[in-house]
């Protein structure tokens, strides 16, 4: 059975950082895989994705402020984040990019002064 781990979700202020970690179990590292998020009231999208090749790419609102990267051996996938913004608020998630599996419980990112 595949399981999704999500940690690391905070309050945090406008400017600040936070480092959101994934432990995956019950999946191969063959997949791209990806963080989403959910505001609340909105649908969950994908604001970065990642190959196995390391090859990364996000979404336009956060390019240049978020990074997603990959340890194969540990079987996680983390999510650095600088400069947040107030609209960075929102339950995160990972699974697979492509075809997402059952999620997770989620952490949650709360960016407020």
């Known amino acids: 059975q595949v399981q999704f781990v999500e940690s690391g979700g905070d309050l945090v202020q406008p400017g600040g950082s936070l480092r959101l970690s994934c432990t995956a179990s019950?999946?191969?590292?063959?997949?791209?895989m990806g963080w989403f998020r959910q505001a609340l009231g909105e649908k969950r999208e994908l604001v970065a994705m990642?190959?196995?090749?390391?090859?990364?790419n996000y979404e336009y609102s956060v390019k240049g402020r978020f990074t997603i990267a990959r340890d194969g051996r540990e079987n996680t996938v983390y999510l650095q984040m600088d400069s947040l913004k107030p609209e960075d608020t929102a339950l995160y998630y990972c699974?697979?990019?492509?075809?997402?599996?059952?999620w997770g419980q989620g952490t949650q990112v709360t960016v407020s002064s």
């Open positions: 699974n697979r990019a492509h075809d997402p599996g059952e």
């Open positions: 019950g999946i191969r590292d063959i997949y791209v």
């Open positions: 990642i190959t196995t090749d390391g090859i990364a």
